[in-house]
């Protein structure tokens, strides 16, 4: 499969644990964008990366959450001490270098987290 | 800031009709992309459409198109000839700039049922 890669799929985890979510882009593709989407809504942008850089985290919360997207490696969202309202689906994509303004954003299946 | 604004949270349209879905979008910037991703039942975005600012003609993609009216800041969807299997949400985002690499804002989406 050829396309971007999230994993897992769904996850669950206890107020107070640590999600990591994981994001292999397509093949050719150095940049990487992570969106939550709570139900019912649509996908809110949190952060852009390119390899070892964080290019635009204007839609991170300020606490608990990072990213990375490492020289080798998937791109990995770090949620620490989880609260219910973390409780989304978080979409990863991805687009290729210097790519031109028709080129859309690919997106991963996404991973449902859920917080008991 | 940009924005997105789709009117129908619901529609509810009949086999082998034609729909459209509205999308009204809100920039100051003169160069921007709008796209339409389509999010079926089981949770994944896939791309439909892309129009550029500066593109004088209506995309087309199959039965989808893209009524752009760029005075009136809309870019409806149209799906001709609609199948059971286009029931889903659909979410109209805009992208600022013409550069590939620059987040998306993401309208609140649409739910299309088609009946048989």
């Known amino acids: 499969n050829a396309g971007v890669m999230q994993n897992p799929r769904h996850l669950v985890r206890r107020r107070g644990q640590e999600a990591r979510l994981r994001c292999s882009p397509m093949?050719?593709?150095?940049?990487v964008y992570w969106y939550r989407q709570l139900p019912e809504e649509g996908l809110k942008f949190m952060v852009y990366l390119q390899k070892e850089n964080i290019i635009d985290e204007s839609g991170m919360p300020k606490e608990r959450f990072s990213a990375e997207f490492p020289k080798e490696g998937p791109s990995i969202l770090r949620i620490q001490q989880v609260v219910r309202g973390d409780s989304a689906a978080y979409f990863c994509?991805?687009?290729?270098?210097?790519?031109?303004?028709?080129?859309?954003?690919?997106f991963g299946d996404g991973t449902r987290l859920s917080i008991l | 800031a940009q924005k997105i604004t789709q009117t129908q949270p619901g529609m509810f349209v009949q086999e082998k009709e034609a729909v459209t879905l509205d999308c009204t979008y809100d920039t100051s910037d003169q160069s921007y992309g709008l796209f339409w991703y389509k999010q079926p039942s089981s949770g994944e975005m896939i791309f439909l459409i892309y129009?550029?600012?500066?593109?004088?003609q209506n995309a087309t993609e199959g039965r989808y198109s893209l009524n752009f009216q760029k005075a009136r800041k809309s870019a409806n969807l149209v799906i001709s000839a609609s199948q059971l299997g286009d029931s889903a949400m659909y979410f109209c985002?805009?992208?600022?700039?013409?550069?590939?690499?620059?987040?998306?804002?993401f309208g609140q989406g649409t739910r299309l049922t088609i009946n048989p």
């Open positions: 129009q550029g600012s500066y593109d004088e």
């Open positions: 985002a805009m992208r600022e700039g013409l550069k590939g690499a620059q987040k998306l804002v």
């Open positions: 093949k050719g593709h150095s940049h």
């Open positions: 994509a991805s687009s290729p270098p210097g790519g031109a303004g028709n080129q859309p954003q690919h």
